[in-house]
């Protein structure tokens, strides 16, 4: 799972209204490269939530994300900037580790790249 | 009936073709290379996990005929609700792969297993999608309702007991309830929700889940629906339908009553029913 669905993705326990954003535990993360695609990167910003993504990328280890959210200027000219963009929500894979709810705490374990999201009877 | 499923191919532009090979008005070279879809010998399985039949051939022979219209759509983020073996959604990566640059994929299952056969099946295919397992798509309404470009769903439609809905493993990838409507019934309000404004979705249905009535059921909801693909095996008779929001649909409703939507329908059915066989 990269951050760009982990940017998409919510607790939904029963009774939970803060189930975003889910807290990254990283126990194994890998890199693949993807082709570089500013237009796609603008067009997904728009949808970010951007605290979400830094504090995302920073618990896989990468801290080259600026703390405020960009404007729009240098997301028009910026390529390195959008180059960092690209590599924190596409390049990085947690391969291994658990998304927790930051309302619960409830932990949903993450293998193979897969997040498991599926809840208890007793959660539904 | 075989060349159905490739309506929507089109003949490779050579000029920008990897061989490097372009035609001059001295060699024509013409030939029509069909687009990639998912090979059945590099599909993961496993005996938990429903494998590539007859309905997931007609679903993916719905995204061929549609290819055309798929790649001038342009869509930012494709979604699979329920995944199965992976065959579909490794097709719709592969069918726009190098036409629709920059998408983003994901795929769910409520089957753990299923999720991480899909996995292989991606990855066998030298592609990927982000994959999920979760009920439907629940954990994404929040962050993601109004912001997906294409949906693909083969259900569980087959008509059951009401309570083998919802067992695990493979019965889940089946299981339909009464009319196999309990399932679809529960999907099509979280596709209504997810689905962006210019948002397109196919569904597998079978003639007994009355797919007139779902298309009337998202025609309240705003959608106007068509049938890409008709074919009746031996066991079942598979309707696969496309559904987009229209703004007239709503107002011509109050013009055209239910039961003479569901009467057109029928009709258009059947036509294509008798071709099949003609």
């Known amino acids: 799972m990269r951050l760009i669905t982990h940017n998409m993705l919510s607790c939904n326990i029963k009774g939970v209204t803060n189930g975003f954003p889910l807290r990254i535990e990283a126990g194994n993360v890998i890199e693949k490269e993807v082709d570089f695609n500013p237009d796609f990167i603008r067009h997904m910003f728009a949808k970010i939530e951007w605290k979400a993504l830094v504090e995302g990328a920073r618990s896989m280890g990468y801290a080259e994300l600026p703390e405020d959210s960009p404007d729009a200027a240098v997301l028009k000219s910026d390529e390195p900037f959008l180059k960092k963009l690209h590599h924190a929500l596409l390049e990085l894979h947690l391969e291994e580790g658990a998304l927790v709810c930051p309302e619960t705490g409830r932990k949903f374990p993450v293998n193979k790249g897969i997040p498991n999201m599926l809840l208890h009877e007793d959660e539904v | ?278």
């Open chain 2, 1 to 278: 009936m075989a060349d159905q499923g490739l309506e929507g191919s089109n003949p490779v532009d050579l000029s920008k073709h990897p061989s490097g090979i372009v035609p001059t008005p001295h060699s024509p070279v013409i030939y029509k290379m069909p687009p990639r879809i998912a090979a059945i010998r590099l599909v993961s399985s496993h005996r938990e996990v429903y494998e590539p039949c007859d309905d997931s051939f007609a679903l993916v022979d719905a995204l061929l005929a549609d290819r055309t219209n798929l790649i001038e759509h342009n869509p930012k983020i494709c979604m699979e609700i329920g995944c199965g073996s992976g065959y579909v959604i490794t097709s719709l990566i592969l069918l726009l792969k190098n036409e629709v640059p920059g998408v983003h994929y994901l795929a769910t299952d409520t089957n753990p297993i299923a999720t991480r056969v899909t996995k292989e099946t991606l990855q066998a295919h030298g592609v990927d999608a982000d994959v999920i397992c979760a009920d439907i798509a629940s954990v994404l309404e929040k962050r993601l309702s109004g912001s997906v470009d294409v949906i693909v769903v083969n259900p569980p439609y087959v008509p059951t007991p009401e309570y083998e809905v919802g067992m695990e493993g493979i019965a889940s990838a089946w299981a339909g309830g009464e009319n196999g409507r309990t399932v679809i019934d529960k999907i099509l309000p979280v596709v209504d929700l997810l689905l962006s404004e210019k948002g397109w979705f196919y569904l597998v249905t079978l003639t007994s889940n009355f797919p007139a009535e779902i298309c009337l059921m998202m025609r309240k909801k705003g959608y106007a629906s068509r049938i890409v693909v008709q074919r009746s095996t031996e066991e079942e008779n598979l309707v696969i339908l496309k559904f987009w929001r229209d703004k007239d649909e709503e107002s011509e409703e109050k013009e055209t009553s239910s039961s003479s939507f569901v009467s057109q329908f029928s009709k258009s059915l059947s036509s294509l029913m008798e071709k099949q066989w003609r």
